[in-house]
C-alpha cells in the first residue's frame, strides 16, 4: 500500500539513511561547497544556486538533507556581489556538475550517474538555475529544476522557461517583497517548456524564508529564516528530485497532493494534507 502524503511529509521532513560527508568545491577549481552521502555509485546530483548577497553556508541544512537522502548536492560560491552576472552564474552550476560527475568524490569512490542531474536555486540563483537547464549545451544534461522564491534574471528566466523541457517544481514565498511571485516564479511556472511543471505558494513565508542563521543582508533585504518554509522545501525538494531523477513513485503522492504549508493554485488542488 502507497504511504499516504502526510506521512511523506513527515518522512522527509527529517534526515535520510545516509550519513554524510561535505568537502570544498575550489579544490577541483570553482569555489563552493559540495555534500555527498557517505557512500554510493551511480547517485543522482544536484546543483543550488545561492540568493542575492547569500553566501552557499545560508542552505548548509538543506543541502545536507539531500544528502541525506542519496542526493549528491553541490553549490558554487560565486557571483555574490551586488552586480552579479546571471548569465555566468548559470554557466558555474552547470561546471559544478561537470565536476561532481567527473571528480573522484571521497575515499571510497562515490560516483554520480550523469543521467541523473539536476539544478536548483533561491532567488536570482532560482532563476539562474532556469538559465542553466535552458541552455542547449549538450553536457550535463539537466533533467529536473526546482525553485524557491526564485527571482528575474538577466537573460529573463521567464523567457528562458520556454526552453526547459523537463519536469518543474517553483516555491514561491507569500509575503515575498522582493521577488513577487507574479512576475517572477509564476510567471515561470506558465512559461515552462514541459508539461510537468507546478507552483505552490508557502503560507506566512518571505523571502529570506528558506534561509538558515543570520548574515549581515536582512539589513537590506525584507525577511528572515523561517522553520516551516525550510521545513517543506527540503521534504519537496526531496520528493521531486528522487521522483524525477531516481524514477521512483514512492514520493509521488506528496507532490500531487495539496499541502497547507504549500499551496496548489485552485485548479490544481486534488487532496489536503
Given at each position: 500500500m502507497a504511504a499516504k502524503p502526510k506521512q511523506i511529509l513527515d518522512e522527509l521532513s527529517h534526515p535520510g539513511p545516509h550519513e554524510v560527508l561535505h568537502g570544498n568545491l575550489a579544490l577541483v577549481g570553482l569555489p563552493g561547497v559540495v555534500f555527498t552521502p557517505s557512500a554510493g555509485l551511480n547517485l543522482p546530483a544536484i546543483a543550488f544556486g545561492h540568493?542575492?548577497?547569500?553566501?552557499?553556508?545560508?542552505?548548509?541544512?538543506?543541502?545536507?538533507?539531500?544528502?541525506?537522502?542519496?542526493?549528491?548536492?553541490?553549490?558554487?560560491?560565486?557571483?555574490?556581489?551586488?552586480?552579479?552576472?546571471?548569465?555566468?552564474?548559470?554557466?558555474?552550476?552547470?561546471?559544478?556538475?561537470?565536476?561532481?560527475?567527473?571528480?573522484?568524490?571521497?575515499?571510497?569512490?562515490?560516483?554520480?550517474?550523469?543521467?541523473?542531474?539536476?539544478?536548483?536555486?533561491?532567488?536570482?540563483?532560482?532563476?539562474?538555475?532556469?538559465?542553466?537547464?535552458?541552455?542547449?549545451?549538450?553536457?550535463?544534461?539537466?533533467?529536473?529544476?526546482?525553485?524557491?522564491?526564485?527571482?528575474?534574471?538577466?537573460?529573463?528566466?521567464?523567457?528562458?522557461?520556454?526552453?526547459?523541457?523537463?519536469?518543474?517544481?517553483h516555491l514561491a514565498a507569500e509575503e515575498d517583497l522582493v521577488a513577487p511571485a507574479l512576475g517572477n516564479s509564476e510567471a515561470m511556472t506558465h512559461a515552462w517548456g514541459d508539461e510537468d511543471v507546478q507552483f505552490r505558494t508557502i503560507g506566512k513565508s518571505t523571502h529570506l524564508g528558506v534561509t538558515e542563521g543570520k548574515h549581515w543582508s536582512q539589513l537590506v533585504l525584507h525577511g528572515k529564516p523561517h522553520h516551516r518554509t525550510q521545513r517543506v522545501t527540503r521534504a519537496l525538494f526531496t520528493a521531486f528530485f528522487l521522483t524525477h531523477l531516481t524514477r521512483t513513485d514512492a514520493y509521488r503522492p506528496l507532490l500531487e497532493a495539496d499541502l497547507k504549508a504549500a499551496t496548489l493554485p485552485p485548479a490544481e488542488k486534488h487532496a489536503d494534507v
Open positions: 540568493g542575492w548577497l547569500q553566501p552557499p553556508t545560508r542552505y548548509r541544512e538543506l543541502l545536507r538533507h539531500l544528502a541525506s537522502w542519496g542526493i549528491v548536492a553541490a553549490a558554487p560560491a560565486t557571483q555574490s556581489g551586488p552586480l552579479p552576472s546571471h548569465r555566468l552564474f548559470a554557466s558555474d552550476l552547470r561546471t559544478s556538475l561537470d565536476i561532481v560527475t567527473g571528480v573522484r568524490l571521497g575515499a571510497d569512490g562515490i560516483s554520480v550517474d550523469p543521467g541523473k542531474l539536476g539544478v536548483a536555486g533561491h532567488s536570482i540563483g532560482g532563476g539562474a538555475a532556469v538559465l542553466a537547464a535552458a541552455d542547449k549545451a549538450d553536457r550535463p544534461k539537466i533533467r529536473a529544476v526546482a525553485t524557491i522564491a526564485a527571482a528575474q534574471t538577466m537573460p529573463p528566466a521567464t523567457e528562458a522557461a520556454r526552453d526547459v523541457h523537463v519536469p518543474g517544481l
